[in-house]
């Protein structure tokens, strides 16, 4: 078993030969790009995946004793799923020998359509399997009456990472490239080569109709263009061939007033295909569902060939994770609740928490005191945030109560049917809470999840156990270094409840307008800054940053920066702001903390793919721009004569 190294915050990471106000970023972690080269089972590599590889061997110990328990019958519950689904994942022999008997059912059901009648009849059936051709189908808190689930309808249906690869002249080469993997996976799954290529082609025309109907990355940040309540009756009449009140009742959805639609044009779209369209071409396009949906969890070759194209194509990550690794990780998704409720009971103290409920009401009161003091916002719409902020939830390391799995059959001899259940188990649970009441001590993630999130209907923020521990949170520390690490990433969930999409909310989790048109003019001014500032960087070569999909996120770091800087400022004596350790002042330590947690290695092809997908911006970016924006950046790193300030011009709301 690999050694277990802890994380933490050094000043070994760092490269003092350059200066912090020309590259800010090298100098915070440039000993450490130089140390920690790109590992090969990685398309990117930072503290977030240092820390998950931490936790990962914390789980490895655990899920290693619920095997060796599981087998002899005498393990609690939690222990023996755990333990029989981890050995189902690791049974390599029975999964070789099982090749695609696993999907059979599946398979023929996908290949066995001839109307649009059927294929709508379908696409439930394999929705509840975790299979999701065509479009997305879940519950959530509904955006308008929080207190109530909704069921709602999203565009989906592409395997690409987003509707611009399908799209986009920039995408070209991987396009062909897809079209050759599509036809390895349907030749290994038994097709001659004629058809494999034919049912690739098809995929391919489906799909590209599909991402042509899809909205952006960016349109889908606009909450209430995407929240369209439809009634059942107008969802029948609206989509007739796809036949959407049927699917709901297929699914196990209760009878429900209305859903939520989230594009209804894409709907529109994908209805006129599917009644249009080729069977054949339909028949490919969910078989092909079906076998990529489950590729991960077959026989070698399959498997292979889907790291293939999704991971060394697409990412440039050059091999797979070990198997042990990749194992925890499906456990962790799909029964989250169990290893977890495992992990913290020996890696969470109450001492943890409790140095975290310090830290969250240090930022509370700091972000209070702004929201009373801010400048361009008027008292009617400060009334309103103060009530939204008072009503803020916050929940740190797990849930109360964890999730029930007795009704979860888990087969130490069925790895494949192991994840088919365990999704199924997921989706009815989802669908069955439709149209009842929200339970607001759920959580979202699990609790070994290097991660933390704010939720707009809860008006709440979430920590877990998993992000509650070095580099961003360790006891050992000093106040600077664990101020610029969780400090900023308690500031940051924070300002999400007021960022361009969290700001819509109000303190009862309702999506609804409660600012003056004056004080929307006043945010949308700032927010309009903060594009233009990230906009302007230069990722790749011709590749710009998306400031306008990535505003939320930045808005958020922004804020978590300056909201943690002052936090510490108030836990610092005036004679210790003068301090040094390391030969660092402590506001610079601060500074190169919260650098620090945004290290990263990164293939250029994962700097593409998370340029166009994703709506955070790239480590270097977050790890430098609000760092270098706060006015105390210049007084910790004074420009030398002849220098000027790293800053050029300052942006922010909050």
Not at 283 to 309: Q, T
Not at 333 to 339: F, I, Q, T, Y
Request: net charge positive.
């Amino acid at each position: 078993m690999a050694a277990h190294r802890i994380p933490r915050f050094s000043t070994a990471y760092m490269d003092r030969s350059v200066d912090p106000r020309a590259d800010f970023y090298r100098y915070a972690v440039g000993g450490w790009l130089k140390a920690n080269p790109l590992p090969k089972d990685k398309s990117r590599y930072g503290a977030f995946n240092e820390l998950d590889e931490s936790n990962l061997l914390l789980l490895r110990s655990i899920v290693d004793r619920c095997a060796r328990a599981s087998g002899d019958g005498s393990a609690n519950p939690v222990v023996s799923l755990v333990g029989r689904f981890y050995r189902s994942a690791m049974d390599t022999r029975k999964i070789e020998a099982a090749q695609f008997r696993p999907i059979e059912d599946l398979w023929r059901l996908a290949e066995g359509v001839s109307s649009p009648k059927d294929v709508a009849e379908v696409l439930p059936q394999l929705h509840v399997q975790g299979i999701e051709p065509a479009f997305h189908s879940f519950s959530k808190a509904d955006d308008k009456e929080s207190g109530i689930y909704a069921f709602l309808f999203e565009q989906g249906g592409l395997s690409l990472p987003d509707r611009d690869y399908y799209i986009s002249q920039d995408f070209a080469k991987l396009r062909r490239q897809y079209l050759v993997h599509m036809t390895k996976m349907f030749t290994l799954r038994g097709l001659d080569g004629r058809t494999a290529g034919r049912w690739a082609a098809a995929v391919l025309r489906i799909e590209t109709a599909l991402a042509k109907s899809s909205r952006s990355r960016t349109e889908l940040r606009e909450r209430e263009k995407n929240y369209n309540r439809m009634s059942i009756s107008e969802l029948g009449s609206a989509y007739r061939s796809l036949s959407l009140p049927k699917f709901i009742e297929d699914a196990g959805v209760p009878a429900l007033p209305h859903v939520v639609v989230g594009q209804p044009e894409y709907f529109k779209a994908l209805d006129l295909l599917l009644a249009r369209g080729d069977m054949d071409d339909w028949r490919a396009y969910l078989c092909w569902n079906v076998v990529h949906s489950m590729a991960p969890f077959l026989h070698s070759a399959i498997e292979k060939e889907n790291f293939d194209f999704f991971r060394r194509k697409l990412t440039g990550q050059r091999q797979p994770e070990l198997r042990w690794k990749r194992s925890i990780r499906i456990i962790d998704a799909l029964v989250g609740e169990a290893l977890g409720k495992l992990f913290v009971e020996e890696h969470f103290p109450e001492e943890a928490r409790r140095r975290a409920d310090a830290l969250v009401e240090d930022l509370r009161r700091v972000f209070t005191k702004r929201l009373e003091s801010l400048p361009w916002m008027s008292d009617a719409t400060k009334r309103h945030a103060l009530a939204k902020f008072h009503n803020f939830r916050v929940k740190i390391g797990h849930p109360a109560t964890f999730r029930d799995y007795s009704a979860l059959k888990i087969d130490p001899g069925d790895f494949a049917g192991n994840v088919r259940r365990a999704a199924a188990f997921e989706f009815s649970r989802l669908a069955a809470r439709a149209g009842g009441e929200v339970d607001k001590d759920e959580w979202q993630m699990s609790p070994s999840t290097v991660n933390a999130y704010f939720e707009e209907t809860m008006n709440e923020i979430v920590f877990p156990a998993g992000i509650l521990q070095p580099p961003f949170f360790d006891y050992k520390a000093d106040d600077a270094v664990n101020y610029g690490a969780i400090g900023v990433v308690i500031g940051h969930e924070i300002t999400h409840g007021y960022d361009d999409q969290g700001r819509k909310y109000d303190d009862q989790g309702n999506m609804r307008d409660w600012w003056t048109m004056e004080d929307k003019k006043e945010f949308d001014k700032r927010a309009k800054a903060v594009v233009k500032t990230y906009s302007a960087v230069e990722v790749l070569p011709r590749l710009h940053a998306n400031g306008k999909l990535t505003l939320g996120e930045n808005i958020a770091d922004l804020g978590g920066v300056s909201l943690a800087f002052e936090a510490l400022q108030g836990r610092l004596s005036a004679a210790s702001t003068s301090a040094k350790k390391d030969g660092l002042t402590l506001d610079q330590r601060f500074f190169l903390s919260y650098a620090q947690i945004w290290r990263e290695q990164m293939t250029e092809q994962e700097v593409r793919r998370r340029t166009t997908i994703d709506p955070h911006s790239l480590g270097r970016l977050r790890g430098v721009i609000p760092a270098v924006n706060h006015p105390a950046f210049d007084r910790a790193f004074p420009p030398v004569k002849g220098h000027t300030s790293a800053r050029s011009a300052r942006v922010g709301v909050w």
